[in-house]
């Protein structure tokens, strides 16, 4: 099993930003394509931000032109930038991985973290 932890969550207003990281305990970790999701109270899971071994990313069309994924193979670790934040984006961010394409459905990934929370204030 892979542990994935996600971290860098909080409580900023309206146009700020932040940093997400999603470390893991897998020494291969560079291998894996690593994702981001969201979930806000009463909604679905949704995808954020993806990225594979060759480091080509995906993201959705909702956080498009603030968002960016990126990763560090040597650090185990891939990170979300999270920049102009609205309250929309408010939500449980969770980090998930597994060896396949990028995939926006949450079904295709076998290990996920266990969230961070980020809300933001208008």
């Known amino acids: 099993q892979v542990q994935l932890v996600e971290s860098g969550g909080g409580l900023v207003q309206a146009g700020d930003s932040l940093r997400l990281s999603c470390a893991a305990s897998e020494r291969a970790f560079g291998s894996y394509t690593v994702a981001w999701f969201r979930q806000a109270p009463g909604k679905e899971r949704e995808f954020v931000a993806g990225?594979?071994?060759?480091?080509?990313?995906v993201v959705a069309d909702s956080v498009k032109g603030r968002f960016t994924i990126s990763r560090v193979n040597a650090k185990s670790t891939v990170y979300l930038q999270m920049n102009n934040l609205k309250p929309e984006d408010t939500a449980i961010y969770y980090c998930?991985?597994?060896?396949?394409?990028?995939?926006?459905?949450?079904?295709?990934?076998?290990?996920w973290g266990q969230g961070t929370q980020v809300t933001i204030s208008s």
């Open positions: 998930a991985a597994n060896l396949a394409f990028i995939s926006r459905r949450s079904g295709e990934y076998r290990y």
């Open positions: 990225i594979n071994r060759n480091e080509d990313s």
